[in-house]
C-alpha cells in the first residue's frame, strides 16, 4: 500500500475511532465509581458487586454478539447503499436484543439470592449481590438493545451519536450512585440499592435515547417492518460465534482465578491490579480500532471493494500496532510507578507489577488480534476470532499456566506466559484467517442473499 493510501486510512479509521475510544473511557470511569463508592459501605458489598457483576456479563456478551452481527449488516448495507435491508437488519438486531433480555430479568427476580450462594458467598453477600443483581437484570433488555443500537450507527459510520448519547449516560450514572449510594444532598442512602438503581436508569436511559434518535430521523440508520427471514437468520449465523466467544471466555476467568488464589490471594488482587492497569490505559484504544476495522472492512464490501477492504484491514493493523504496542512498551518500563496508585501492599505491589508487564509485553498481539477480529466480523466472518480465542484460552490460558505453574511447579511464573502465550497464538490464528480466509467472498454471496449486493 502506498504511503498516501495509507495515511488517508489511518486519518478515516482515527476519525471513526476516537468518539469510540471517549465513550470507552466513560465507561470505565464509571465502573471505576461504582467500585469506589461501594468500597465505602463494607468488603461484603464490594464482593457482593464483584460476584453479580460475573453474571452480569452473560446479557453483555449477548448485546456484544449480537451488535457484532449487526455492524457486520449494517456497514456492509451502508456501503451498497442498500439502505432498506440495513434498517430491516438493524430492526431486526435491536427487536433479538430485546427478546433475548427477558430470560435475565425473570432469574435476576427469583434466583438473584442463589446464584450468589452457589459460589461460596455468605448470606450477606449473597443477600447484597442477589439485590443489585436483580436491579441490575431488570433491565438486561434495555442493556442489550443499547448495545447493538450504538453497533448499528457504528456500522453505518456514525460513531459520534453513541458517544454523545454513552458520555451523558454514564455521566448520571456516575452522579446517580454517589447520590444515591452515599445519600447526598438530601436523598436517603441508599448504599448498593442505590448504586444498582444508577446503574439500570442508565442502561434505560441509553436505549430509550438511541432507539428515540432513530425513529426521529437524525442518524443514517432507522427501523423497518421485519419481513426477510433470511437477514435474521444472517444476523444468527454472523452472531452466534460472537455470543459463544463471549462466553468462552467468561466460563474461563472462574478456573483461572481460582488457580491464581491457590498461589495466594495477593496474587489474585495482583492479577485485578494488572489487569485493570492495563484496559485503562489501551482498552479504549483498542476497542476503537477494533469498531473501526469492522466499518472500513465491511463498508468496502459493500461497495464491492475486496481488495480495498484487506488494505484497510490491514492499514488498521499496523495503526494499533504503532500506538497500543508503543503504549505496551511504556507500560512494561513504568510499571512499578502504575501499580503504586491501585495499592501498597508490598508484596501484591511486586506480583502486580509483573503481571502488568506481561499484559504490556502481551500489547502487540493483543491489538491485532482485536483489530483483526473487527476487520474479519466486517466480512460476517465471526468463526475465525472464535476459534482463536478458544485455542488460545485453552492452549495458554489455562493449560499453559496450570501446567506450568502447577505440573511442573513454577508458581506464578506460568500464569504471566499463559497470558502472553493466549494471545500471541490468537493474534497468528486471525492474521492467518484474514490473510488466507475467504471472508470477502462469504461476505459477497450473503450480500447478494438478502439482496444487498453492489452494482
Known amino acids: 500500500m502506498e504511503r498516501g493510501r495509507l495515511y488517508a486510512v489511518w486519518r478515516r479509521v482515527l476519525g471513526l475511532s476516537w468518539p469510540v475510544m471517549v465513550e470507552q473511557t466513560v465507561r470505565t470511569a464509571m465502573r471505576t465509581t461504582d467500585i469506589i463508592v461501594t468500597g465505602l459501605f463494607s468488603p461484603a458489598a464490594i464482593a457482593a458487586i464483584g460476584l453479580a457483576d460475573l453474571y452480569s456479563r452473560f446479557p453483555l456478551r449477548i448485546g456484544l454478539g449480537l451488535g457484532g452481527g449487526a455492524i457486520a449488516l449494517s456497514s456492509q448495507d451502508t456501503g451498497a447503499d442498500a439502505t432498506a435491508n440495513r434498517d430491516e437488519a438493524v430492526t431486526q438486531a435491536i427487536l433479538l436484543g430485546l427478546v433475548t433480555g427477558i430470560p435475565f430479568v425473570l432469574f435476576g427476580l427469583s434466583f438473584g439470592y442463589e446464584a450468589l450462594a452457589i459460589l461460596g458467598a455468605n448470606d450477606t453477600v449473597a443477600s447484597l449481590g442477589g439485590t443489585y443483581l436483580a436491579i441490575v437484570f431488570a433491565t438486561a433488555p434495555a442493556r442489550q438493545v443499547s448495545l447493538i443500537a450504538a453497533r448499528s450507527l457504528q456500522g453505518t459510520g456514525d460513531t459520534r451519536t453513541p458517544m454523545y448519547v454513552n458520555v451523558v449516560s454514564n455521566g448520571l450514572n456516575i452522579v446517580g450512585s454517589v447520590t444515591l449510594g452515599l445519600g447526598l444532598f438530601g436523598v436517603p442512602r441508599y448504599e448498593i440499592v442505590g448504586v444498582g438503581v444508577a446503574t439500570a436508569f442508565s442502561n434505560v436511559f441509553t436505549a430509550v435515547v438511541l432507539c428515540a434518535v432513530m425513529v426521529a430521523g437524525r442518524t443514517s440508520a432507522g ?196 497470558i502472553v502465550g493466549y494471545y500471541g497464538l490468537a493474534a497468528v490464528v486471525v492474521a492467518l484467517g484474514f490473510w488466507y480466509g475467504d471472508w470477502a467472498d462469504r461476505a459477497a454471496r450473503m450480500m447478494a442473499e438478502r439482496g444487498s449486493a453492489a452494482d
Not at 463471549?246 to 496474587?267: D, H, I, K, S, Y
Open 223 to 418: 427501523f423497518a417492518r421485519p419481513t426477510n427471514p433470511v437477514i435474521a437468520r444472517q444476523l444468527l449465523v454472523v452472531s452466534a460465534p460472537r455470543v459463544l466467544e463471549g462466553f468462552v471466555e467468561t466460563f474461563a476467568e472462574f478456573p483461572f482465578n481460582a488457580l491464581l488464589l491457590g498461589f495466594g490471594t495477593e496474587v489474585n488482587a495482583a492479577f485485578q491490579v494488572g489487569r485493570r492497569l492495563y484496559q485503562q490505559v489501551t482498552g479504549p484504544l483498542s476497542r476503537g480500532y477494533s469498531v473501526a476495522a469492522s466499518v472500513v472492512v465491511g463498508q468496502a464490501l459493500g461497495d464491492g471493494d475486496p481488495e480495498g477492504a484487506r488494505e484497510n484491514g490491514y492499514a488498521t493493523a499496523l495503526l494499533g500496532l504503532v500506538t497500543v504496542g508503543t503504549i505496551g512498551l511504556v507500560l512494561v518500563v513504568a510499571a512499578p510507578l502504575f501499580v503504586r496508585i491501585f495499592t501498597r501492599d508490598p508484596v501484591t505491589v511486586g506480583y502486580a507489577v509483573d503481571f502488568a508487564r506481561a499484559y504490556g509485553l502481551a500489547a502487540p498481539a493483543l491489538v491485532t488480534f482485536v483489530v483483526f477480529s473487527g476487520g474479519l466480523q466486517g466480512g460476517s466472518e465471526t468463526r475465525t476470532p472464535f476459534l482463536a480465542r478458544v485455542l488460545g484460552l485453552g492452549v495458554f490460558f489455562l493449560g499453559f499456566s496450570y501446567v506450568v505453574g502447577v505440573v511442573l511447579d513454577y508458581g506464578v511464573i506460568g500464569a504471566y506466559g499463559g
